[in-house]
């Protein structure tokens, strides 16, 4: 009695398993299973309509689970991203109707989310995803990253698999950083602000993009690889540090709390992003031709103290949980006294940082604690006010001066 693949006796397998007509051994059974792995994976990343398109209600409900408040940027995110992926899935085509793409533009300040609300995107539709920093764009032939760049990242996240990149989701971080300099344009040549823009606009309305697939001028001989911008969406984000001086002039705010208009509704001075339109990023710095590609515009808030205190405990990804597992891994039951979370929040709200903010404070008041419990016999932890103040008051983030 033998394999019927291989043709090894009995004697030289560990398992021989018996079927109707033939008999396999247990290395020809993994080898087979590695095989249809492989296969399964291959079919997978290859397949175009390979992504899990949700209804913009259950997207805005996965996006609860990990990111607090912010819903209406949620809800117009939804919205842009489901009829996109429905475009893209043939069910809106016709002869005679084209339906143009949806591209974000998220402002907002720094740590309310828009990093996050991209990121959660792309992971709920099982899509790749890259994200770009506009800072460090330049146009082509200086010193700096070509707009091509941006493609390269993307085409990374895809294992170069064309097909799958061409479905993905790009994510232009500090995008205000890239606006005209200048109100006179082409005076100068603005190489990293008008320029980087003009190289812009025919990436986010869809061409024919050579990518050089290792990136940058630093392998010129490589081969490109050639990618359709048609059907990637393109979500930016920037603080826009100022454009809330320039709503607030259009909308005339000089009488504390109203508009001149008394038929006009009471205006929120403490976010005025909430009021923001095209215009006003125009003003800010971006031409009127990229701000027409990216039709969708929207806003976050500004993240109070209830906010601050939800994001520490609530999301799946919980800043909280996550120092609870590390240090449950070293088998210690970490504990916070309600207080020591109240003054994290207060500390974040003081150094004007956003949710990115509450990850350092927490960082200061524990280092001491992660660099000494792994090598003591440490069961429970607590966290107690006086130690956090102590802790935090001795690390060099408390020596920072507040502006």
Wanted: aromatic fraction near 6%.
């Amino acid at each position: 009695m033998s394999c019927s693949f291989c043709g090894r006796p009995k004697s030289e397998v560990d398992i021989l398993i018996a079927g109707i007509s033939g008999h396999i051994c247990e290395d020809c059974i993994e080898q087979a299973y590695q095989i249809i792995d492989e296969e399964s994976k291959h079919h997978t990343t290859s397949d175009y309509q390979d992504f899990n398109l949700l209804k913009p209600a259950e997207i805005k409900r996965k996006l609860d689970e990990y990111i607090i408040g912010q819903d209406d940027a949620k809800k117009i995110l939804a919205v842009a991203v489901y009829n996109h992926y429905k475009r893209i899935s043939g069910k809106t085509t016709t002869d005679d109707i084209d339906i143009e793409k949806s591209n974000v533009m998220l402002v907002g300040r720094t740590g309310t989310g828009k990093t996050l609300l991209a990121k959660t995107i792309a992971k709920m539709l099982n899509v790749p995803f890259c994200i770009a920093d506009a800072t460090v764009l330049t146009e082509a032939g200086y010193v700096g990253e070509d707009v091509e760049s941006i493609l390269s990242r993307l085409l990374q996240a895809a294992d170069y698999n064309t097909k799958s990149a061409e479905r993905g989701i790009v994510f232009i971080d500090e995008i205000d950083k890239i606006a005209r300099k200048s109100d006179n344009p082409s005076i100068t040549r603005d190489v990293s602000g008008e320029g980087v823009q003009q190289a812009m606009l025919k990436l986010l309305e869809g061409t024919e993009v050579n990518v050089p697939p290792q990136g940058g001028r630093k392998h010129p001989d490589q081969k490109m690889i050639k990618v359709n911008t048609k059907n990637i969406l393109f979500i930016s984000g920037g603080a826009f540090d100022g454009v809330e001086k320039i709503i607030a002039r259009r909308m005339n705010t000089s009488v504390i709390g109203f508009s001149n208009d008394d038929n006009k509704k009471e205006i929120d001075k403490e976010n005025l992003l909430q009021y923001i339109i095209p215009t006003d990023i125009k003003e800010f710095g971006l031409i009127p031709e990229l701000i027409g590609r990216i039709p969708v515009l929207t806003y976050l808030n500004p993240l109070d103290k209830t906010a601050l205190r939800r994001i520490l405990t609530e999301p799946k990804n919980a800043l909280i949980k996550q120092y609870h597992h590390l240090f449950s891994l070293d088998g210690v039951d970490l504990k916070f006294d309600a207080e020591v979370l109240d003054f994290i929040v207060e500390k974040a709200l003081e150094f004007k940082l956003g949710a990115r903010g509450l990850r350092s404070i927490c960082e200061a008041i524990l280092t001491d604690a992660m660099f000494e419990i792994p090598s003591n016999d440490v069961k429970e932890y607590r966290v107690t006010l006086d130690y956090a103040k102590s802790k935090f008051e001795n690390s060099k983030m408390a020596k920072l001066k507040i502006a």
